[in-house]
């Protein structure tokens, strides 16, 4: 890819992140609860049997999975729990810690879609792995036991 191009997207990224984070504190908090969990039940939806995948859809799947990741601690603004709300107060008293947990589930998804654009299977099958290991890392620490 040109360096040109790669800017481009990057500043893309940017500002779409920046947009997000930007909508994310105007939202109330229903609709950011809805949101974020709108965003983890596609993940899940799509990752059910990704490991499976290969070619474009294994790349839509991460692609799908690294864009949710991306935007999903600006769905987690500050006092964003409702009766619809399953996430733990301690969110927001350890947010960083937090949000490093979606960082590493947004770069091992990256690492799958260039592992599934160069065929590597297992490349591919271990970044699925990764991902789905954070999404319980994330739940153990920071969600409540459904009832």
């Not at 040109?2 to 908090?29: E, H, N, Q, T």
Request: hydrophobic share 45%; charged share 25%.
């Amino acid at each position: 890819m040109m360096p040109r191009k790669i800017a481009v997207l990057a500043l893309a990224g940017l500002l779409s992140v920046g947009a997000a984070a930007a909508f994310a504190d105007a939202m109330s908090p229903e609709s950011a609860v809805a949101a974020r969990q709108a965003a983890m039940k596609e993940d899940g939806k799509v990752l059910r049997g990704a490991s499976n995948l290969t070619g474009d859809k294994a790349v839509a799947v991460l692609t799908t999975v690294h864009e949710n990741y991306t935007k999903l601690p600006s769905l987690f603004p500050k006092d964003s729990v409702t009766d619809k709300s399953i996430a733990k107060p301690i969110i927001w008293d350890q947010f960083d810690q937090f949000s490093a947990i979606f960082k590493k589930g947004a770069d091992a998804a990256a690492a799958g879609i260039a592992a599934a654009k160069a065929g590597d299977t297992a490349k591919y099958k271990e970044a699925v792995e990764a991902v789905a290991s954070t999404c319980n890392e994330c739940h153990q620490t920071y969600r409540t036991k459904e009832s």
